[in-house]
Structure formats: C-alpha cells, structure tokens
C-alpha cells in the first residue's frame, strides 16, 4: 500500500531555471492538493486538482507556477524562472473524494541558487 | 480569509508533565485535523475531528472540537520524548474541498 510518492524528493535549481516536482497519490485518490511550506511556517495551499481539472487555484502565484493532474500520470507542479524565493517544502496531498482524509507526501525541498 | 491561530508557537516541557495546545479558528467549520511532523519529514495524520463536541485520544494525546467557539485543543498527558515534533491543526475552510488553513504549528521540546 503505497501512500503518496513525491519526487524528487530534494531539488536544486539556479535561478532561472524550471523546477518540476512529481506526485503520484494514493491507489484510487482522484483528487490532489499542493501546498507549499516555507521556513519556520505552516502550510499554505496552493491549488486542488481533480483528475484532468483544476478545481480551485486560489493559493497558486498568479506567474511562473503551474499545475496538471492528467488522466494518466503523476500531477505535476511546475515552477518556471525560479527565485530564491521559491526555495520552500513543497507538499503534495491526495484524497479519495472531496471533503475526505488527504494524506501528505513526504515533500520536495526545493532549494533555488 | 479563515485564519488559524495555534498557541503557544514553541513550548519545552518535562517528561512526565501535562499540556494543551490551542487552536482557534475564524469562520465556522465542521471539520479539524491535527498533523504531527518531525524536522524534515511528511506531516502524519493524528486525528480528524468532525462534529462539535468530538473528542479523541491516541496514547498520550486527546484531541477535542467545540465548533461553537471555534476551538480545538490537543492535550498531553505524561510527556515522553518520542513526542518532541512540531504539531499543526488544520481547518477545511474551502467551499470546493479540502483547502486546509494550516496553523503556524507548535513546535514541542519535551526534555527527559
């Protein structure tokens, strides 16, 4: 029973560059959630995605991020042009149904040099 | 916005001793989770309480909601070490579903 699998698990990047963390949820979880945490804070909720659909984007920055949730696949996050202050933990969730248990994935440490 | 406040934000403590951890939220909501996690690691579920009045307890640790106050609080009983980590409540505040509203977290020293 595999639970939430993120990857990479740590990311270094330079500024400028693009980061692309994966999520692949819990067996049968059609809906994911990213949230990012940063230094000495709680999280903060970025975006939920339903298989193929983004369903609420409200915490997401308006430029340079992105998320996908295909009918096939991991959902990704994606960071274009990275700043020094994208470096955070970045936490993918997954739950079965709306309103219902999200489990956590262990996180992706994106560090931007 | 729902905001979440959690107090207090760092608490030491000595083995064997009893606290509480506070969680105040903002606007109404029916369901509260409380989260542990260890530096450099996932956050662990450790309970959801959906009704007012839920209360839960695993081990050492009792969780309650009173949705009418807006409070939920997590208490320890006879601290040991293993529980030194940082803990979180979440609310889910958002109309499509899970958008938690984390708490700024309470990092717990529990010192032998």
């Known amino acids: 029973n595999a639970g939430v699998m993120q990857n990479p698990r740590h990311l270094v990047r330079r500024r400028g560059q693009e980061a692309r963390l994966r999520c692949s949820p819990v067996?049968?979880?059609?809906?994911v959630y990213w949230y990012r945490q940063l230094p000495e804070e709680g999280l903060k909720f970025m975006v939920y995605?339903?298989?193929?659909?983004?369903?609420?984007e409200s915490g997401m920055p308006k430029e340079r991020f992105s998320a996908e949730f295909p009918k096939e696949g991991p959902s990704i996050l994606r960071i274009q042009q990275v700043v020094r202050g994208d470096s955070a933990a970045y936490f993918c969730?997954?739950?079965?149904?709306?309103?219902?248990?999200?489990?956590f994935g262990q996180g992706t440490r994106l560090t931007v040099v | 916005e729902l905001k979440v406040e959690q107090n207090p934000l760092f608490l030491s403590m000595q083995e064997g001793k009893n606290y509480t951890i506070y969680c105040n939220y903002s606007?109404?909501?029916?369901?509260l989770y409380w989260y542990r996690q260890d530096p450099g690691k996932s956050l662990e579920s450790l309970f959801v309480?959906?009704?007012?009045?839920a209360v839960k307890q695993e081990g050492r640790l009792m969780a309650s909601l009173d949705t009418k106050a807006r409070l939920s609080t997590l208490h320890i009983t006879a601290a040991v070490h293993d529980l030194s980590a940082t803990y979180f409540c979440a609310v889910d505040g958002g109309l499509t579903g899970n958008q938690f509203y984390f708490g700024t977290g309470t990092s717990l020293t529990v010192i032998p």
């Open positions: 606007t109404t909501s029916d369901r």
């Open positions: 309480l959906l009704s007012n009045g």
């Open positions: 995605l339903q298989k193929e659909n983004i369903i609420d």
């Open positions: 067996k049968g979880h059609s809906h």
């Open positions: 969730a997954s739950s079965i149904g709306k309103n219902t248990e999200a489990f």
